[in-house]
């Protein structure tokens, strides 16, 4: 991925971010990208509170493993986000497995997805191979039946090429920008689910100027502690 | 290659244990044993891995608590592993577990798909000494299906709701890598607690430590927070840069270099067993 691809998708899921202040967000298991926007959504402003999973510094627990979840339980994170091996347009997320491939595992997404209000799906790649009509195993559902003890889920999924939101009334994402370089259309092309279209589909907010003074003289050096590797890239 | 410093450690229910070798301490998990094993950021004991390999101990069943990196695809790769459950298992930053999938693909181990929290849950039910405890979420999804063994009841205290239950993890072994332990087997895990839990849980706790310190880390408050008493310890040894390649929080990061060569060798099984033919048994 380009420099300039990864400030634009960490910007744009700080962007979801930021109606939460003050807030907690946290990060999971192998997400660089949310980790630079939850970091870049804290950078903006005091009085926002931020755990991601495998670090020492920008993380505030001190109970082990199970304090993330507990706290989450209890309502006490806001935000939290979630990647997918595949993603249907019901916000289904597959973390498990298709008949052809086996993926990582479902972490703590069939918990997190019931309990964080705000979870931000988050994908690079966007493909049909990804963006399926319909997943072929539901780590953690997108919509639940009203008995079904439910206090959070998803509300945005980012992608390489657009942003969508969901609408959990209506069970479907509807497209809510895309990035430079793409169009309605070519979203469409790639995308194995259908979704809301509006007639006018604005373009993903370019990244602002004291961002990227964040991103790279603040956020880069911060999430190295946790993905050296992302970091070394990105620089 | 550094020898092993044997140290003196009172093992579980008071019987006392010297001079503990890293190759003497795995030789307290037996073939079946349900063996728990923390996470790559928390500390994991990649010396006691390799001895374990060395000495072709199988079949284990595996709980990564609640998930595991190489530690688990070495363990699969060297085909030690009968039984794994894990809310997931991959290299981290470098992607995909290569021997756990190809595993997986071969039918050659039985996964135990979980979630995070289902299995801390489990673990608080083992070390409570009670059969399960409720866990919200999970109620649609498919992993309920994977998982007999959670069962959903209504919850007594609010007609209508309904719950899922997960039972009681009770693991013959902890085994993990902390930064040090005194002459008493106490160990100092700090701010990793998931580590206190394994070893509440577990019947035996085998761990591998940094270094021994002369003074009683229970003397000093500040220390004694972050400490699993030796009630709990059945044998400590010596193993200096035991994590490696892996890090250990607050004292070493990991070896980038290391996990990379790990990553791209253990893609293929013939890859994975020269990997392992040159690897030294204890961290340089």
Redesign the interface.
């Given at each position: 991925m380009t420099t300039a691809k990864t400030e634009l998708l960490v910007a744009t899921l700080a962007n979801l971010l930021e109606p939460l202040d003050p807030g907690t967000v946290a990060v999971g298991n192998v997400s660089p990208i949310p980790a630079a926007a939850a970091l870049l959504w804290q950078a903006r402003a005091p009085g926002r509170s931020v755990s991601v999973l495998g670090s020492r510094r920008h993380n505030a627990f001190t109970d082990g493993g199970r304090e993330l979840f507990d706290c989450a339980a209890q309502g006490r994170i806001d935000a939290f986000f979630l990647g997918g091996g595949q993603i249907d347009g019901e916000a289904n997320v597959n973390l498990v497995a298709t008949d052809r491939h086996r993926f990582p595992g479902s972490f703590g997404s069939a918990y997190l997805y019931f309990l964080v209000p705000n979870v931000i799906l988050f994908r690079a790649e966007h493909s049909r191979r990804v963006l399926v009509p319909r997943v072929d195993f539901v780590s953690a559902p997108g919509v639940t039946p009203p008995d079904v003890y439910r206090t959070g889920g998803p509300i945005a999924l980012v992608t390489g090429r657009c942003v969508f939101r969901f609408d959990r009334e209506r069970r479907r994402f509807r497209l809510a920008s895309v990035h430079e370089g793409e169009t309605p259309a070519s979203v469409r092309e790639h995308t194995g689910f259908d979704y809301d279209e509006p007639a006018d589909v604005p373009v993903t907010a370019a990244v602002s100027e004291d961002d990227l003074h964040l991103l790279r003289n603040r956020v880069v050096d911060e999430v190295a502690e946790t993905y050296p590797r992302f970091a070394e890239a990105w620089r | 290659m550094l020898s092993i410093t044997p140290v003196i450690a009172r093992a579980y229910r008071g019987r006392m244990l010297a001079g503990v070798t890293v190759g003497e301490l795995v030789a307290h998990v037996e073939p079946g044993d349900l063996v728990a094993v923390p996470?790559?950021?928390?500390g994991v004991s990649m010396a006691a891995t390799r001895a374990l390999i060395a000495a072709g101990l199988r079949p284990l069943r595996l709980v990564a608590?609640?998930?595991s990196g190489m530690q688990a695809d070495m363990l699969v790769g060297a085909g030690l592993v009968s039984e794994l459950e894990?809310?997931?298992?991959?290299l981290?930053?470098?992607g995909?577990?290569s021997r756990f999938?190809d595993a997986?693909?071969a039918d050659a181990l039985r996964m135990r798909?979980?979630?995070?929290?289902?299995i801390?849950?489990g673990l608080?039910a083992g070390e409570k000494g009670v059969p399960f405890l409720p866990?919200?979420?999970?109620?649609?999804?498919?992993?309920l299906a994977l998982r007999p063994d959670w069962q959903t009841i209504p919850n007594p205290y609010e007609p209508?709701?309904?719950?899922v239950l997960v039972p009681a993890i009770r693991p013959d072994v902890a085994l993990f890598h902390a930064p040090r332990a005194d002459r008493d087997g106490n160990v100092w895990v700090g701010?990793?607690?998931?580590?206190?839990?394994m070893a509440h849980a577990s019947r035996r706790t085998l761990v591998t430590v940094e270094e021994v310190v002369d003074d009683s880390l229970l003397d000093d408050e500040v220390s004694a927070a972050g400490v699993l008493p030796a009630l709990y310890v059945t044998a400590v040894a010596t193993a200096p840069n035991g994590a490696w390649p892996l890090g250990l929080?607050?004292v070493y990061?990991?070896d980038?270099a290391e996990l990379a060569r790990y990553a791209e060798a253990s893609r293929t099984a013939d890859g994975f067993r020269e990997y392992v033919g040159r690897t030294p048994l204890h961290a340089r």
């Open positions: - | 996470p790559d950021y928390s608590v609640p998930t894990a809310a997931a298992v991959m981290g930053e470098f995909t577990a999938v997986l693909g798909d979980a979630t995070c929290p289902a801390h849950a608080q866990l919200r979420g999970l109620l649609g999804s498919d992993l209508g709701d309904r719950i701010r990793r607690r998931e580590l206190v839990t929080p607050g990061q990991p980038q």
